[in-house]
């Protein structure tokens, strides 16, 4: 069997009912010098059988024998890809006809690991109204803006890399990163100081449809992402952000007052009070209450994971 140009790498969990369109988006691309590897993380309802009974692309479905993260997954995909160009595919993505085309053109003329934009869609709701569809927006702006210092930090569900680079940065780190966040950015930044250049590529843009959806699920990734933040700084010796510095700004002292005594049931049980009365805030104070919770999520967990690593440190 001769080797495709590129390989599609999907890490999945519970998937089997966003893989069709996502299979659909894959089998219209203009570039069909491709496999599509299906990283099944567990298959719990059926994710394999979807893969199987597709016939129109050249697909295959690798299936871990039990739900073990989307690192785990990622490994076991790129360890199964065959192609030259690795491209890192989420499943919640809806792909234009050049996807794949984009992202190998990428790669014609120089070494690169490159970051596709993703653009998040939302339902008509209160948190996407006041809160979500502007964050994201912002988000957006600040992935095309950023310099080559700092673009590995947006390494995540639309990326791609020759198999050469896989190789030499080597696996996701799944065992220092068992919550939401920084396994990516964790790979983007080892990546980086191999000396490849890491750019944002807006030809290799795809729609999200995995975003957060409300302003409990959005704080929760929070503070697990702001856990996640302290355990890469301390895995690479860095600080990032200050985030654990003493707040200078009314805004952040009001962030630091509001993270006290935030764990992760609390941050939950706050953002579903949230939830029920943004309808019927005004747009500003509503905007500014989720603000408030998210950055505060982040801080508490960044917290929480620095006093955790501290009290498992032996003293000397």
Not at 99 to 116: D, E, F, L, P
């Amino acid at each position: 069997m001769s080797r495709p140009r590129t390989s599609v790498v999907v890490p999945t969990y519970r998937g089997a009912h966003r893989l069709p369109a996502l299979l659909d988006g894959l089998a219209a691309q203009s570039d069909d010098d491709l496999e599509v590897v299906i990283a099944v993380d567990g298959d719990v309802d059926g994710s394999a059988a979807v893969v199987e009974a597709r016939t129109d692309l050249p697909v295959r479905a690798v299936v871990l024998p039990r739900n073990q993260g989307r690192s785990a997954a990622l490994n076991a995909g790129f360890a199964a890809a065959r192609g030259e160009l690795l491209v890192r595919c989420d499943d919640d993505l809806e792909l234009s006809p050049g996807y794949v085309a984009a992202h190998v053109a990428a790669h014609a003329s120089a070494r690169v690991g490159v970051i596709g934009p993703c653009r998040n869609v939302y339902d008509d709701t209160a948190y996407a109204r006041v809160f979500g569809t502007d964050a994201d927006q912002r988000l957006l702006q600040a992935q095309l803006s950023a310099g080559p210092e700092t673009a590995w930090r947006f390494w995540g569900g639309n990326v791609s890399v020759t198999r050469e680079d896989q190789e030499r940065v080597g696996e996701y780190d799944h065992r220092t990163f068992d919550r939401y966040g920084w396994e990516d950015a964790d790979w983007g930044y080892r990546l980086w100081r191999t000396g490849c250049p890491v750019v944002v590529d807006p030809r290799a843009w795809a729609v999200h449809h995995g975003a957060a959806i409300s302003a409990a699920t959005r704080a929760g990734r929070a503070f697990d992402s702001g856990w996640s933040q302290a355990l890469f700084e301390r895995k690479h010796d860095l600080d990032l952000d200050q985030r654990g510095a003493a707040p200078h700004s009314p805004w952040q002292r009001l962030v630091s007052r509001y993270a006290d005594g935030l764990d992760a049931a609390e941050v939950r049980r706050r953002g579903e009070r949230a939830d029920d009365h943004l309808a019927r805030w005004p747009r500003y104070l509503a905007r500014k209450r989720v603000a408030l919770l998210v950055e505060a999520a982040a801080r508490s967990g960044y917290l929480s994971a620095t006093r955790s690593a501290t009290e498992r440190t032996p003293t000397p």
